[in-house]
């Protein structure tokens, strides 16, 4: 190393060394009060900026100043028109006989804290310093997966997330209206029903901004079949018996008459499933298939069953309609007619008789 370059890398040194034992201080806490302008240590108000922002931090200078540099936590960042820092988001703005401006790009979290202005003039040494608070979006971080349980289970949500100002947490079952009453990062729902199943919207909230999320709680229970209604159909005709339930998970049908279990394709009926709904259909009634039918619906959970009644339906036919109470009346009306026609014919000719 030559003379001169031995020289500059002391003076480089002894720099660093006078910088940092004028920095000597304590760090201290966030302020929020204006420093004394008498005063040669100046600290200006906190930096409030938002993740992923540009912060600009200027620093007076005035007088006839021989060195000035920024630091953070001890660790120069600019020295003059010289970088120090390695972080690329750090850059130099404005550097003149009147202030001193470095920024700081895509801010960070790690990036909060204390930040030092340092001069050296010819009078005396001084320093300006700055606290930075980042404020962080809130980001659910740890969510409950979806869930599946049997009804009357004890049910618990989790929901956890970060932010910085810290996010309150509120829970809402979407297919409900209103808060369920929970700022809890957990929500419990105890011996859960079936009414209680759905999708819960987890929301996390703070200054900044809110952050949604949804988690699906899925409730079995065992079938509810609808009560049966009896059909009358007329032979020959076609007629249809359908059975309803309630389930989760959906159910399977079987059909019964009296003992004797109903396959579809048999006997002309068909059966037909469909979701909640089932349908016996006949599509040429006869005799043999009046009677009571058994609707059974089943899941893993259990099952459940209603009767129906299939009766017979007499079909009016032409003689029965003309036989009907206009006729009866117009038979008596014809007898009493004719006997009045009779009293009378009596009556003209009972003088004649009784001079005989």
Not at 220 to 234: F, I, L, M
Not at 261 to 279: A, F, H, P, Q, V
Not at 302 to 318: A, D, H, K
Request: charged share 20%; proline share 4%.
């Amino acid at each position: 190393m030559s003379v001169r370059g031995y020289f500059f890398a002391l003076s480089k040194r002894t720099f660093l060394l006078s910088l940092r034992m004028l920095l000597l201080v304590p760090a201290g806490l966030p302020v929020h009060s204006q420093g004394d302008s008498h005063s040669d240590n100046k600290v200006m108000d906190n930096i409030t900026v938002r993740q992923g922002e540009t912060v600009f931090l200027r620093c007076g200078q005035g007088d006839v100043v021989t060195h000035t540099a920024w630091l953070n936590r001890s660790s120069i960042l600019y020295a003059g028109e010289d970088k120090w820092s390695v972080d690329s988001r750090v850059s130099l703005v404005t550097l003149n006989q009147e202030e001193f401006t470095i920024k700081i790009e895509n801010v960070d979290m790690t990036d909060e804290g204390q930040y030092v202005c340092a001069v050296q003039t010819s009078s005396r040494p001084r320093t300006t310093s700055v606290h930075i608070l980042v404020q962080v979006p809130p980001k659910i971080i740890n969510l409950s997966k979806h869930i599946v349980v049997n009804e009357g289970s004890n049910v618990t949500l989790m929901c956890q997330a970060s932010g910085k100002p810290e996010p309150s947490i509120s829970w809402k079952l979407i297919s409900s209206s209103g808060d369920l009453g929970s700022d809890d990062d957990y929500l419990e729902i105890p011996s859960i029903s079936r009414q209680r199943a759905g999708t819960y919207e987890c929301t996390a909230v703070n200054d900044i901004d809110t952050d949604v999320q949804t988690v699906d709680i899925t409730v079995n229970y065992v079938p509810a079949v609808s009560e049966g209604r009896d059909v009358g159909v007329t032979l020959g005709q076609r007629g249809v018996l359908e059975c309803e339930a309630d389930a989760v998970p959906e159910p399977e049908f079987e059909w019964y008459k009296e003992d004797r279990r109903i396959y579809t394709g048999i006997d002309g009926m068909e059966i037909l499933n469909t979701g909640s709904l089932s349908k016996l259909t006949f599509f040429n009634v006869s005799d043999a298939d009046y009677g009571n039918y058994t609707c059974v619906a089943t899941n893993k959970l259990g099952s459940s069953n209603t009767s129906f009644l299939m009766y017979v339906v007499i079909e009016p036919t032409s003689s029965t309609l003309l036989q009907g109470p206009r006729a009866v009346q117009d038979g008596s009306g014809g007898a009493a007619g004719l006997h009045l026609h009779t009293c009378l014919l009596g009556l003209v000719f009972l003088p004649f008789l009784l001079r005989f």
